[in-house]
């Protein structure tokens, strides 16, 4: 009942991933909710318009179609859209800082590679201008994405319509993610 309200005031069939928060409120919403939050809204040396671009490219690394539409979108909120698109087709030649690429880098090993991880990766990073707790906050976002693109995809998440996601972008910048 609360979903069917929530999709009649919103005007939009509430999104697959706030069905699942409302479904496992024990399991899904409250913990990964408040973990999701701290990540990607809490205080960090990364904008929240690069936060949602980690969790956007970490989502394309994963084949997440529904993760990288929701976190594209939010992105290009508070970012220009092809700049967004520039980071998701090639983040080395993307008009972005030395140490967004620089950790973009070390997410990309972290997602596709984990075992060839090494501490050689950080060092780099840190060589590149990402400070520690900048690296610490963005191996947070890559994380949380990592599960929750490969929760999406396993649960095959309905694909919304560009006009959805960019609704939805404007209530997870209003709210956040926190349940």
Not at 111 to 138: C, F, I, Q, W
Not at 139 to 159: E, G, K, P, Q, S
């Amino acid at each position: 009942m609360l979903i069917g309200f929530i999709s009649m005031v919103s005007r939009m069939r509430l999104p697959d991933a706030a069905r699942v928060a409302f479904y496992h409120k024990e399991f899904f919403s409250t913990p990964m909710g408040a973990w999701t939050h701290a990540a990607m809204r809490g205080p960090s040396p990364w904008s929240v318009a690069e936060r949602e671009l980690m969790a956007a490219i970490v989502a394309k690394w994963n084949a997440s179609a529904f993760c990288i539409g929701a976190h594209g979108a939010v992105a290009a909120k508070t970012m220009k859209r092809p700049s967004v698109d520039a980071v998701l087709a090639d983040f080395r030649s993307a008009p972005i800082s030395p140490a967004l690429k620089a950790a973009l880098v070390f997410l990309e090993t972290m997602t596709l590679r984990p075992m060839e991880l090494s501490a050689e990766h950080a060092a780099a990073a840190l060589r590149s201008g990402v400070t520690d707790d900048a690296l610490l906050d963005a191996i947070a976002v890559a994380t949380v994405f990592n599960i929750i693109a490969r929760y999406a995809d396993a649960l095959d998440f309905a694909m919304p319509s560009a006009e959805e996601f960019d609704r939805a972008a404007t209530m997870l910048l209003k709210r956040g993610y926190a349940a």
